[in-house]
């Protein structure tokens, strides 16, 4: 992948971005984890976006989505002067992100608890198709609350989706918390884990890479608020 912008730069563009403070945090929470995906892992680009076999992120965390649109940005996918008039009446970029009009965008987010079903399901239709594309999805702690998510963890875990892999950004913000923390939900279902710091790049690209034979992976991001 050619890189058009480094990762220093990437909180100057997510600051051109405006009018949607109460989303900052979720926006801001996500940055390390989607760079290193984009910047290391997934194999996809501007010029392969359309390939049957480029691998797949769907962002299931959709709101705050102004560090998904920098690293698309980063990458070539957008041109960086459109973050300027996001969300405006004649702009592509929304508060979620849409795939019938943002490049590298694979799913159209809204309603939470979405993403990972889906993911599921396209990690069967590319294993049915002898495809090697790898599937990330990417949630948040509190998305996990949704039912369609328990059933998507379950059916993953029985049918050893080991092209799929599940990031949980964890930044505390689910109601009632997760007694025996994220990892042991997955676990139970069959899944391997890895919590790790969600801000330590070598970390989450360790995690990401970890090999998971015949079982799908979850990775746990944890987000600590930054001052």
Not at 144 to 161: H, K, P, Q, V, Y
Not at 199 to 218: V, W
């Amino acid at each position: 992948m050619v890189t058009t912008t480094g990762y220093d730069e990437l909180p100057g563009l997510i600051a051109r971005m405006t009018g949607d403070e109460k989303h900052s945090v979720a926006a801001e929470s996500t940055l390390d984890v989607l760079w290193v995906l984009y910047d290391r892992v997934l194999r996809i680009a501007p010029d392969t976006a359309n390939q049957a076999r480029r691998d797949r992120f769907l962002l299931s965390k959709g709101h705050g989505p102004m560090a998904f649109y920098a690293v698309l940005a980063a990458k070539g996918f957008l041109t960086e002067s459109e973050l300027d008039g996001w969300a405006g009446r004649d702009s592509r970029l929304g508060m979620h992100p849409d795939r019938t009009r943002v490049p590298g965008a694979e799913i159209s987010s809204g309603s939470l608890g979405h993403g990972l079903p889906i993911a599921v399901g396209t990690a069967l239709g590319l294993r049915a198709q002898r495809l090697p594309s790898k599937v990330v999805v990417l949630v948040g702690d509190a998305e996990l609350d949704e039912g369609s998510n328990e059933e998507a963890i379950a059916f993953a875990g029985r049918a050893g989706l080991d092209r799929l892999t599940t990031v949980v950004v964890d930044n505390a913000s689910a109601t009632h918390g997760w007694p025996g923390g994220i990892a042991a939900r997955f676990e139970v279902e069959g899944w391997a884990t890895r919590t790790v710091n969600g801000r330590d790049h070598g970390a989450l690209y360790g995690a990401f890479t970890t090999e998971h034979p015949g079982r799908p992976l979850a990775v746990v991001a944890t987000v600590e608020p930054k001052e």
